[in-house]
């Protein structure tokens, strides 16, 4: 994450013009903000559901980075369907 993470802003920035560098800027903020807030709940749902199911926590924890790994697999394999043929 810590290599690709600063890249991502600096592709998005590189590739906006000048006018749109606000907008663009704030898009990503709020992207990232969004993203660890559904995150976040979604985590504390699948803790919650462990819990009433008697999982123990070790359990819990592998749900949840199942489920965060799902959702970084589902981002990517969007982005490379989005990319179309390379010239």
């Given amino acids: 994450m810590g290599l690709v993470y600063p890249s991502v802003t ?3 920035l590189a590739q906006t013009a000048d006018e749109r ?11 990232e903000t969004l993203s660890v807030a559904v995150m976040i709940g979604a985590a504390g749902t699948i803790v919650a559901i ?10 819990a924890q592998i749900a ?4 965060t790994a799902l959702a970084g697999i589902a981002a990517a ?4 369907e989005n990319r179309g043929p390379q010239r």
């Avoid at 560098?21 to 992207?31: D, P």
């Avoid at 462990?50 to 359990?59: A, T």
């Fill in 10 to 12: 600096t592709l998005a």
């Fill in 21 to 31: 560098k606000g907008a663009t800027s704030g898009s990503l903020q709020l992207s």
């Fill in 50 to 59: 462990s819990d009433r199911v008697q999982w123990n926590e070790g359990n």
């Fill in 64 to 67: 949840v980075f199942a489920a």
């Fill in 77 to 80: 394999a969007g982005r490379l």
